[in-house]
């Protein structure tokens, strides 16, 4: 796959202009979606071109449209979740900064879809920059008529809002985000009921990754074929994928969804493996909340399937690459603290375990750890593990669990010398 499809801006300056976009095809989907189109047979060409959400779960897009209620009165809506928070995760920032245009496109086809006639663009607080060029791109399309009224003379309407979150993590979780929108604290709901149903303002809505919507043009401008014929026939398609730690060449890359990740992190056209020549010691393959991989582990195919079978998550593909200096003890300090500060607090189990990991973990790092604490790490995110609303303790858990695992005698060894050994050489001169 050597065309850039989802990073077309690095094949096309000034793609993020409406007549650069339109120059190069853009709006074309749109204008067949609503001319041409029921909004069921998008549906129908999303579902069968095998288009699973990107924002981490993998859900079928399709389907997850099929289950908007067919009978409820009450309107719909279309939520882009483009809060993107996870560490490691900066892909969908790329799309919004310099191609928005393909998002609002995809905005635009999908809201007709789901036959929504108001969408909101969530994104994140902290991206002042991707808010004000999302503004910008916006501003430019309702005036060239592909929002608004009667949109290319269908009689269709959308109204599209730009909001601006609330700068938490847990305002990317679905049902967070919908609260937040409505208003109120981002206190993720119990489901069911699903946002499909019940959703902002107690309406029917969808809320959709910034990478998947940006896919939906791609699906109605060639085909669902096109789209299934790249990568897995489970899991087919362009996607991004986020490099980050110690490669050669950090940032973001398109391939087909199935490359290797050691592909990814050695390959010449991706990250070019570890400066300095070093060893690999660990792969975070999808962001800071799923589990680790070991050397030895990573000629998995990343999709969502192989990387589940491999015994962690695709996520968001954030990978993070970890040389053979890497603490994993201090590694996961820091992850453990990024959990405890971003817990909303709602579940006691999230609430009190995210902080105890930290406080455990910090005694190991620095000093004081008790012998059974490396088992008590484990203790505590297995009464973690499912027993919240949301799965914000579970991303705490998951990497808990996989690096006490897989590093056991790392941590073992921070308790017999009563800290960690870089620090304790390092404060020794």
């Known amino acids: ?222 085909g669902p074929e096109w789209f299934r014929a790249i990568g897995p026939e489970k899991c087919p398609g362009p996607k991004l994928y986020c490099l980050s730690g110690h490669v050669q060449r950090p940032g973001v890359y398109e391939a087909p969804m199935g490359i290797s990740l050691r592909e990814l992190v050695y390959g010449e056209a991706f990250g070019g493996g570890i400066p300095g020549g070093k060893k690999l010691k660990g792969v975070i393959p999808g962001g800071s909340s799923v589990p680790v991989l070991l050397p030895e582990e990573i000629d998995v195919p990343m999709d969502f399937d192989s990387v589940a079978q491999a015994g962690s998550l695709l996520g968001s593909c954030g990978i993070i690459v970890m040389d053979e200096d890497t603490c994993m003890v201090d590694a996961l300090r820091v992850i453990a603290r990024f959990y405890h500060h971003e817990s909303c607090g709602q579940c006691t189990p999230c609430r009190e375990g995210t902080g105890w990991l930290e406080r455990v973990l910090e005694h190991l790092e620095f000093g004081g750890a008790r012998p059974d604490e490396v088992d008590l790490l484990l203790r505590i995110a297995d009464n973690m593990m499912g027993n919240t609303i949301c799965l914000l303790a579970d991303a705490a858990a998951m990497p808990t669990r996989s690096f006490v695992t897989k590093f056991r005698s790392e941590f073992e060894e921070h308790v017999r010398l009563d800290g960690c050994p870089k620090r304790l050489a390092h404060a020794e001169g």
């Open 1 to 222: 796959m050597g065309e850039k499809v989802l990073l077309r801006h690095e094949e096309v300056p000034g793609i993020d202009r409406l007549e650069v976009y339109v120059a190069d095809g853009g709006y074309t989907a749109a204008r067949t979606a609503l001319r041409e189109k029921t909004p069921a047979e998008i549906v129908e060409m999303v579902r069968v071109s095998g288009l699973r959400g990107r924002g981490g779960a993998g859900f079928p897009t399709g389907v997850k449209w099929g289950f908007l209620p067919k009978d409820s009165p009450k309107p719909r809506y279309l939520c882009v979740n483009a809060d993107e928070s996870e560490p490691g995760t900066f892909k969908d920032r790329q799309i919004i900064e310099f191609n928005p245009h393909l998002l609002l496109e995809g905005t635009l086809i999908s809201a007709y879809a789901i036959q929504a006639h108001v969408a909101y663009v969530y994104i994140r607080g902290e991206f002042a920059r991707g808010a004000a060029i999302l503004e910008r791109a916006l501003r430019e399309a309702y005036a060239a008529g592909h929002f608004g009224r009667n949109i290319y003379g269908t009689g269709y309407d959308l109204e599209v809002y730009i909001h601006r979150g609330a700068g938490a993590y847990i305002c990317g979780e679905e049902t967070g985000l919908i609260e937040s929108l409505e208003g109120k604290r981002a206190y993720p709901r119990v489901k069911p009921p699903f946002p499909a149903t019940v959703g902002v303002f107690g309406c029917p809505t969808i809320v959709n990754n910034v990478e998947t919507l940006a896919c939906v043009p791609l699906i109605v401008g060639r």
